[in-house]
């Protein structure tokens, strides 16, 4: 059964600070894996999905690397912005057939001003 | 090019009455998930809907069915309500498995 954990659960940082989420899973036979945003009480907006064959993606001050053999991804996120509050969950997909998504609890992220 | 739309957007319920959620996938989208997600918690999957046919089901009671039409939107129902149903649900749409996009939910409260 595939499992997520998400480091740390919460993190406090004044703006302009780089920073690094980390996910990991069980199960390395994962198709991709997706991070995603949510702001209280919304949705969930995809931010970067990777395949199972890529190491990385990046978009703006968003970098997300995935080591598929040790069950790691990060996040890394430049140049901090208050705006950038909210908290960041990360999942798997698993690569046979149609597949859910398998969540991690995810990284409540508060930037100050 | 409209995202995947859910309604409705809040719900309050009585312990024991049934609810209906709906659900329209983003344009071009064929599959729907919907996953429910508790206060602090990550989203719990559901099931999962293609070709108007239930493809998997995660860990949840017979209470929770859904459905899938034509045009590809679903709805999710759940009987017999619980207070611990109350949750954000959410409903994902996606073209095979290539990334999900998700709605903003319907918060469904339960007294």
């Known amino acids: 059964k595939q499992e997520v954990t998400q480091i740390p659960a919460a993190l406090s940082v004044p703006e302009g600070e780089n920073l690094v989420l980390n996910c990991s899973f069980t199960?390395?036979?994962?198709?991709?894996l997706q991070w995603f945003r949510q702001d209280p009480g919304k949705g969930l907006t995809s931010l970067l999905l990777i395949q199972s064959s890529q190491r990385e993606q990046t978009s703006g001050r968003l970098n997300a690397s995935l080591d598929k053999s040790s069950g790691r991804s990060t996040l890394y996120i430049a140049a901090s912005q208050p705006g950038d509050s909210a908290t960041y969950l990360c999942?798997?997909?698993?690569?046979?057939?149609?597949?859910?998504?398998?969540f991690g609890t995810g990284t409540r992220l508060l930037v100050s001003p | 090019d409209a995202g995947v739309t859910q309604s409705p957007t809040h719900l309050i319920k009585t312990r024991g009455q049934q609810v209906t959620l709906r659900c329209s996938p983003k344009s071009g989208h064929d599959t729907v998930s919907w996953y429910q997600q508790a206060l602090g918690q990550g989203p719990q999957f559901i099931f999962q809907?293609?070709?108007?046919?239930?493809?998997q089901r995660g860990n949840f009671p017979d209470r929770f069915s859904g459905h899938q039409f034509p045009n590809y939107s679903s709805e999710l129902n759940v009987n017999a309500l619980l207070l611990g149903d109350s949750a954000l649900y959410l409903c994902a749409s996606s073209l095979a498995n290539y990334g999900y996009t998700f709605g903003s939910g319907t918060r469904l409260t339960v007294v």
């Open positions: 199960d390395s036979a994962i198709y991709n």
């Open positions: 999942a798997v997909m698993g690569n046979t057939g149609f597949q859910k998504l398998v």
């Open positions: 809907y293609y070709e108007e046919e239930e493809r």
